[in-house]
């Protein structure tokens, strides 16, 4: 089996525990957390996917009943770092995807507003369009040759991380909330300070648009949100070389009825950018190499329903699946509606 696919469980009276998906049943393994799994891995110098095989138990859970909250059993995000969430940086990549580049123009754009050339601003390409020109030219340079760098963006450590089924929140402050459909990496870096990548999972990378829309210089603000990872994690032999082409569909329901929906892709072949190059440009900064350090990374997006102009009401749930990478991630959208208060530092 080239790949395998593993989730991360709670219980209320159990030790959590690491499963590994044998559809339609979850296959506990003698594991708490797919990082200590992969520290031992990095220790013992075996391979992930073959430390993971030899600790499967017999114990199996209906996959259903978890995945639908039926269970006591709840699913945690795809990965974690149990112990100290300080230590996961949560990050991404921007204008990766056509789609994306062109969604940011039009977001960006003044369309009223003229260039001092005298033609309108709808004629002048963005600094977004730019950048994605860039990628277009230089950010597939070939194995082992650095390319152009692209876009990167701070979302928090491992305490914005959510699991499939918990809601997504638009705080006091925010302007909006929308899904990014995407996928991510997911890194430890080992005692060497060689990142090493465990593998790849279904993300909503979740951001206030409208925030961004108001100025592109607010791009940084609008990503400091929690966003949701899972509900499996892909590991194994098949993901050695990157991922060249997905396909796969996000979706909007409201009141048990879907209200929005289309297709999805993402890969090599869509993007800008190589994964080997994306990467390079994340991993390139010391304090991104720290040993034991990890990184949950986005690889950016190519359609979200805010791009159509659809926007979300609370409640709404975002639904995101890409082929070959396992179940739906389902997050409901929950608006904080209590009055946004002054945060004020008291002298020490």
Not at 135 to 145: N, Q, R
Not at 242 to 248: A, E, L, P, Q, V
């Amino acid at each position: 089996m080239s790949t395998l696919r593993l989730v991360q469980l709670n219980h209320p009276t159990r030790h959590r525990c690491v499963a590994l998906v044998e559809e339609p049943v979850l296959r506990l393994l003698s594991a708490t957390s797919i990082f200590h799994l992969a520290s031992r891995a990095m220790r013992d110098g075996v391979p992930l996917s073959e430390l993971v095989t030899g600790l499967v138990s017999a114990e199996t859970l209906d996959y259903s009943a978890v995945y639908e909250g039926r269970s006591k059993w709840r699913l945690l995000p795809a990965f974690d770092q149990p112990e100290d969430p300080f230590g996961c940086l949560v990050s991404g990549t921007g204008l990766t995807h056509k789609n994306s580049a062109l969604n940011r123009q039009m977001m960006h754009q003044a369309a009223s507003a003229s260039s001092a050339s005298g033609l309108p601003a709808a004629a002048q390409p963005t600094d977004s369009m730019r950048m994605y020109q860039w990628g277009l030219e230089g950010g597939s340079p070939g194995a082992g040759v650095i390319g152009v760098q692209p876009e990167w963006f701070y979302k928090g450590d491992g305490y914005c991380l959510r699991a499939h089924n918990e809601p997504l929140e638009v705080p006091a402050f925010g302007d909006d909330g929308g899904e990014e459909p995407e996928i991510a990496g997911i890194y430890i870096v080992d005692d060497a300070g060689v990142p090493r990548r465990i593998g790849l999972t279904t993300a909503n990378e979740f951001s206030d648009h409208v925030m961004e829309k108001k100025n592109y210089l607010y791009l940084a603000p609008s990503k400091l949100r929690n966003c949701a990872i899972g509900p499996e994690l892909v590991i194994g032999a098949g993901l050695d070389a990157g991922f060249d082409s997905m396909g796969g569909r996000v979706a909007i329901w409201r009141n048990g009825v879907r209200v929005w929906e289309t297709g999805i892709h993402t890969g090599e072949a869509h993007m800008a950018h190589s994964l080997e190059n994306l990467e390079h440009h994340h991993f390139k900064y010391a304090g991104h190499r720290i040993p034991l350090q990890t990184h949950v990374h986005f690889f950016g997006a190519d359609a979200f329903s805010f791009g159509s102009g659809f926007g979300l009401l609370d409640g709404d749930v975002m639904e995101i699946s890409w082929e070959g990478m396992g179940r739906p991630l389902r997050n409901p959208l929950r608006q904080i509606r209590q009055k946004q208060s002054l945060v004020k530092t008291i002298p020490l």
